[in-house]
């Protein structure tokens, strides 16, 4: 699914309420630039008491106004909502909220949303009581319902010494929520409720203190399922290996582990709770028989270090299905998997998935064709998706929030089955 939308340079509203967080926004800017869009900050007055209007300008290239009376001979309050490709608030404080709901026009950025026929993104900053209040809840249910996307806050530090969900997710994060949602995928807020556990990044099995057997994975699309799952408004639980240089996905919960036996107990632990599991980690397949309790020398006696014995890991995605099919796990749950695959001169990597596919037992299997410079630590993927009952879906080279989008599709469907 792509929208029309996609070509650059694209026309996005950057609308800036009055918060603390909108020092972001000036990031936020940069990152849609830096992307080939042509952006245009439209703040609010109070907005401007946080950052000037000249650093707007500055960064957008395009003059910045918050009244509906500049340029009255252009029709700007009209013209700027009428032209846009996407708007996109972010931070959006209670109040901002507040008057969109109602459908007010008194200042630029209102009146700008009020004639958008385009996307609306709006992304809450505020306060935790305040995000909780039920008037601000009840505003966002009503903007959804009217076909505005309202991004989930993060949790963290907010102002002060305060923590708690209504922070401001990070500008990268916003603005590849956005590029997704021009990319024809918008994400309906339909998963409240469910609980989905995720795996992601690569295990690590260790030789000695020092070294350890690892991948290339970055666990960047394990991340992505996660952070539109939990815009979809469920909760979600991600069981990470080596992911430390990631943004946190808004309001997931990280359990951090390390080898492939770890991975398998946190998954098991917490899968009899889950509706979706999606194991998206790059696990090792084996691991050294024998881990040395101190450093192995180079070019010692036994020469330990030139041969390593390995021993065969467990197979966490089967063992899921056998659980599931064992009736330990919740009726109904969805069971996802990935094969990163190299075709040769036998098969094809696509021939090598569906054999897995069919192996594993899963529901639906995300595969790649992997290699150097391919999906592992790429900001990008591709490759088809496997269904039970249907023909591989092509999955276009995308980012891998896009990826995730139609990966999460896909399980839906077979979960509203």
Request: aromatic content about 4%.
């Amino acid at each position: 699914m792509t929208s029309s939308a996609s070509a650059l340079p694209r026309k996005i509203v950057v609308g800036v309420a009055g918060g603390i967080a909108a020092y972001k926004a000036c990031h936020l800017v940069r990152d849609l630039k830096e992307h080939g869009d042509d952006v245009r900050v439209v703040p609010t007055p109070n907005a401007l008491q946080f950052v000037g209007a000249a650093t707007f300008e500055a960064l957008s290239g395009h003059p910045v106004s918050t009244t509906v009376f500049d340029a009255v001979d252009e029709v700007q309050h009209v013209n700027v909502g009428q032209h846009a490709d996407a708007v996109v608030i972010a931070p959006a404080t209670a109040d901002v909220l507040a008057r969109l709901v109602a459908g007010r026009a008194d200042d630029l950025l209102t009146a700008t949303v009020l004639v958008a026929t385009c996307p609306v993104i709006v992304v809450p900053a505020m306060h935790t009581e305040m995000w909780n209040n039920p008037a601000t809840r009840e505003n966002v249910a009503t903007l959804r319902r009217r076909g505005v996307t309202v991004m989930e806050p993060a949790h963290g530090r907010l102002t002060g010494k305060d923590s708690g969900p209504g922070r401001l997710p990070e500008p990268s994060q916003i603005a590849e929520f956005v590029r997704t949602e021009l990319a024809g995928y918008r994400t309906p807020f339909d998963w409240e409720g469910r609980r989905v556990l995720i795996s992601a990044g690569g295990t690590q099995e260790n030789v000695d203190p020092v070294r350890y057997i690892g991948n290339r994975s970055s666990g960047r699309q394990g991340y992505a399922l996660a952070e539109i799952a939990a815009q979809r408004g469920a909760r979600v639980t991600i069981v990470a290996g080596a992911t430390d240089v990631l943004e946190t996905p808004s309001g997931a919960e990280i359990v951090r582990v390390g080898s492939t036996r770890e991975m398998e107990a946190a998954m098991n632990e917490r899968a009899p709770e889950a509706d979706v599991i999606i194991m998206a980690a790059a696990v090792a397949d084996y691991r050294p028989a024998n881990v040395a309790d101190s450093k192995m020398k180079k070019g010692s006696a036994d020469e330990e270090l030139a041969t390593l014995h390995l021993v065969e890991n467990p197979d966490i995605l089967k063992g899921l299905v056998a659980r599931r099919d064992a009736g330990e796990l919740k009726d109904g749950v969805v069971i996802a998997g990935f094969a990163a695959e190299t075709g040769d001169a036998m098969h094809s990597a696509l021939d090598y998935a569906r054999a897995k596919f069919e192996r594993k037992g899963c529901d639906v299997l995300m595969a790649n064709e992997v290699g150097v410079g391919k999906v592992f630590g790429q900001t990008t993927n591709s490759g088809w998706i496997l269904r039970r009952g249907a023909e591989p879906t092509v999955v276009e080279l995308g980012s891998k929030q896009v990826v995730a989008a139609q990966i999460l599709d896909a399980v839906n469907a077979i979960a509203s089955e």
